[in-house]
């Protein structure tokens, strides 16, 4: 592992922390009913977000899941335009038309925000085989969470993409539970990156509540993916520390279970590291955290402002606007 | 037959290849994928030959995985190129389903226009071949209910071979259905044609007494219907839908103006289908303009059964459009 400087400390701190405070937010404003549907939140994950997302260049293509609030901030998606998908405004990443599970930003090559679990997967090695083709030196990022390694598009996609030795980068964000199925319940084999590693491909481990961990493991990876050596694979081992969606009353976890997973938390973790190697004052750590709040706060205020889409306006995009 | 007749002799199945090679040649985005496509020269024998021409990077075998490959499609034409992705029949295209509809159909509306997906997926489709209940059914008027896809079911030589064209040059997702029972059908191009479009429904017999609405491989059994009705002195118009979403409309109802009397012939099962669209349009839009009640001939409602004679009950043909036009004609109106 690289050696920790101040500055890499708190930039990593810095946006985890960006993340943190956008979903704690948000689930004030799921309570005051401005955000509506399914809102799925990915405090305890902070650090795969920032992490992987921080190891790729902007020519790269990115497939996310619904569970992509912090993947889209992290990728560098402007938070008021994200606040503002999440509330169905006009101004919002989508236009409104996705909503949280689906927040898209073609120029930054963020293709969602997929709710079909697994289905983001196909789309990826896709992707990946128009870089190939067209001899692009980008590759695609694919994240995806331990549900999807049940489906059958996980395993035809690994298999497509190692065969036809494409470059993508399979990130697979553990956090233990499918919803409410915890992963001894659903898989024959809970190691999954072993089970990944059966395809032929670059395959490890990593500790996903360790930013640093996590940033190295997915620069390696990515360059060996770069390099031409086809796909490789992650899997980040953490914890979702709020319910599925804000419907989950979480009957199927012990609330010691999750307080235990809290303590090893990604922010507490580096937050605790940095000040106990002298990196970071408390001073620091209180700006960085206001630095944040001020951040989602100018953010809710963006989306309260923005307008609603006129409702003439209900047909459109359901087919291409412009030729291609 | 002449030297100029010779050389716009062929068969559907040639024709439908004689579109793919173009394609590959016209356009360095275009890439073929499926199961099959290449080595062993496609299930319908359509793409053989395309590997030894295109090299293996641009005719692409692929696992049997159709969710994987029709996703990679759909991801492949987000990236930037033109994947014409074949799925061996429409029954396999259930495997890919969730590709089609949650992300082809839906990924320009749910991302507000960013982002488009222009692949072509073709697929056999239909009956007539005692294939059985898992490789003969007509599903395409499932897809054509799905806002997003645009779907397509050449049923001409003419159409065969220049639909793809117009398929690949749309930005949007284009599911184009080949009836398998098509294949074999041999005839001429029409001579000095270039291209088609994939927006209108052409008019294949011109006829004042009643209109059969049909696309597919129904088309030949309404034109056999209409030679037969033609013998007792009945003149049949036949209209080949050609584009089943969006529908034409306009063509439909211009019909239905001319004749006032209609018969949807659809392979696809009765209840919910294509042929019930058509026909609630004709009674939304037109219904002033019929004499009689609008008939459908589809499909008997059973999984398509193996044995020669059941399949045949199953399915629409000549006799039976014959014998509903006979009685739609002895009802009513001005007839």
Known sequence: MSAISRERGLA??????????????????????????????????EAVAVGTLG??????????????????????????????????????????????????????????????????????????LAQKLQRQPAITACLFGDGAVAEGEFH?????????????????????????????????????????????????????????AVADAAREAAAHVRAGNGPAFLELRTYRFRGHSMFDAQ?????????????????????????????????????????????????????????????????RFVYAERTQ | MNDASAALHTSYREAAREGLRAAL????????????????GGCYAVTKGLLQEFGPERVRDTPLSESAFVGAGIG??????????????????????DQILNNAATLCHMSGGQVSVPVVIRMATGAGRQLAAQHSHSLEGWYAHIPGLRVIAPATLDDARFMLAAALACPDPVLLFEHIVLYNMEGELTAGLQAVDIDHAAVRRAGRDLTLVTYGGSLPKCLAAANMLGRDGIEAEVLDLRTLRPLDDAAIM???????????????????????????RIVEQAFYELDAPVARVCSAEVPIPYPKHLEDAALPSPERIVKIARELLARGGNG
């Open chain 1, 12 to 45: 990593a701190l810095r946006e985890m922390l960006r993340i943190r405070c956008f979903e704690d937010r948000c689930v004030q404003l799921y309570g005051e009913l401005k955000i509506r549907g399914f809102l799925h939140l990915c405090n305890g994950e």
């Open chain 1, 156 to 212: 035809e996609s690994l298999n497509l993409a190692a065969l036809w030795r494409l470059p993508v980068l399979f990130l697979c964000e553990n956090n233990r539970y499918a919803m409410g199925s915890a992963i001894d319940l659903v898989e024959s084999q809970t190691d999954i990156a072993a089970k990944a590693s059966a395809y032929r491909l670059l395959s490890r481990p990593v500790d996903g509540m360790d930013v640093f």
């Open chain 2, 25 to 40: 040649a016209a356009d360095p985005r275009v890439f073929l994928m499926g199961e099959d496509v290449g080595r062993y």
């Open chain 2, 254 to 280: 211009d019909s239905v103006r001319r004749t006032h009397r209609v018969v949807v012939v659809d392979e696809g099962w009765r209840s919910g289908s294509l042929a019930a669209e058509v026909t609630t």
């Open chain 1, 251 to 315: 009957l199927y976890r012990d609330k010691a279970e999750i307080e235990a997973w809290q303590k090893k938390g990604p922010i507490i973790t580096l937050t605790t590291q940095l000040k106990g190697l002298g990196l970071m004052s408390e001073d620091d750590y209180q700006r960085l955290e206001h630095d944040a709040r001020a951040e989602v706060q100018a953010a809710v205020e963006f989306a309260e402002r923005a307008e609603w889409e006129p409702l003439e306006q209900l047909e």
């Open chain 2, 76 to 97: 492949a034409a987000i990236g930037g190129l033109r994947p014409i992705v074949e799925i061996m029949t429409v029954n396999f295209s259930l495997l890919a389903l």
């Open chain 1, 55 to 128: 190891a790729l260049e902007m020519s790269d293509a990115v497939v996310s899941t619904y569970r992509e609030h912090g993947h889209a901030l992290a990728r560098g998606l402007a938070m008021g335009p994200v606040m503002a998908e999440l509330y169905g405004k006009h101004s919002g990443t989508s236009g409104g038309r996705g909503g949280s599970m689906h927040i898209f930003d073609a120029a930054r090559r963020f293709y969602g925000g997929n709710a079909i679990v697994g289905g983001g997967l196909p789309l990826a090695v896709g992707l990946a």
